[in-house]
């Protein structure tokens, strides 16, 4: 039991690679707060996890629903052990020079400043269990890609954001990391799948960028992320760990 009575403070889990994670987290003895826009689905994900565990509504882009929800955690389990900034979206699909401010202050606000409002609120309690800070980035944060230039700016922003993060806690004993998949199977990944003209075509596509040769579930992240939440990864900090199958190592034959 890697995760035996932490306390992990999870956002965005109650779906895809959040979920995922969350219940990981439970089997290796974590008790998880799950939280996200959807409170009805989060309090469903954690009651479908077991009674150690809770759920509610939270916009990581509000600093008072994160404050709120901070204090609601240590009020009900009275540490935090670990947070898990895994709330994110990846829209618009599109070039920079289309992209309306709404949609980049969206961007930014959900995928980068929800993590300054769960570090705000959070420290004090990370100072005391002497615990760590792991980040949900992606691949594309560090080698692009076409027609997602703001997304991908607010996860080379998180993989640069952690390793100052690590820089500044160090002192404290508290660890940070990110965690950096490529193409994962989520729910809303399989519904864009869908609605393209080639499914088949897509889905083929999505294992090929992988040279290990598939498009993985969300479970190869979270058995990432347990190690590096666990007292194995106690020596790793500031570390952005690629949980990618290789997909950033090279150019391949296509013979």
């Not at 961007?107 to 400043?113: E, P, R, S, T, V």
């Not at 005391?128 to 980040?135: A, H, Q, R, T, V």
């Not at 075509?201 to 590096?228: E, N, R, W």
Request: charged share 20%; glycine share 10%; with cysteine.
């Amino acid at each position: 039991m890697l995760l035996q009575d932490k306390v992990i403070f999870l956002t965005g889990g109650s779906t895809g690679i959040g979920l995922d994670c969350a219940k990981a987290y439970a089997a290796e003895g974590a008790k998880v707060v799950l939280v996200a826009r959807n409170g009805e689905l989060s309090a469903q994900a954690a009651a479908d996890l077991g009674a150690d565990h809770i759920g509610f509504a939270c916009d990581v882009s509000s600093d008072s629903d994160v404050k709120k929800a901070i204090e609601c955690t240590l009020s009900h389990f009275g540490k935090i052990d670990a947070i898990h900034n895994n709330a994110g979206i990846a829209t618009p699909s599109k070039p920079l020079h289309e992209t309306t401010d709404d949609e980049w202050d969206a961007l930014f606000n959900i995928n980068l400043k929800s993590v300054l409002h769960t570090t705000r609120h959070g420290i004090a309690a990370l100072r005391e269990s002497k615990g760590c800070i792991l980040n949900t980035s992606s691949l594309v944060g560090v080698i692009g890609q076409e027609i997602h230039a703001a997304y991908t700016a607010t996860k080379g922003g998180m993989n640069t954001l952690t390793k100052s993060m690590a820089l500044d806690y160090a002192k404290e004993g508290i660890r940070v990391n990110a965690v950096c998949p490529a193409g994962t199977w989520t729910p809303m990944l399989r519904q864009w799948a869908s609605e393209q003209p080639d499914p088949a075509g897509i889905s083929k596509y999505l294992d090929d960028i992988h040279p290990l040769g598939y498009c993985p579930d969300g479970d190869v992240i979270a058995d990432a992320c347990v190690f590096l939440l666990s007292s194995k990864a106690r020596f790793v900090t500031g570390h952005i760990m690629h949980v990618s199958g290789g997909a950033e190592i090279g150019y391949r034959s296509l013979v």
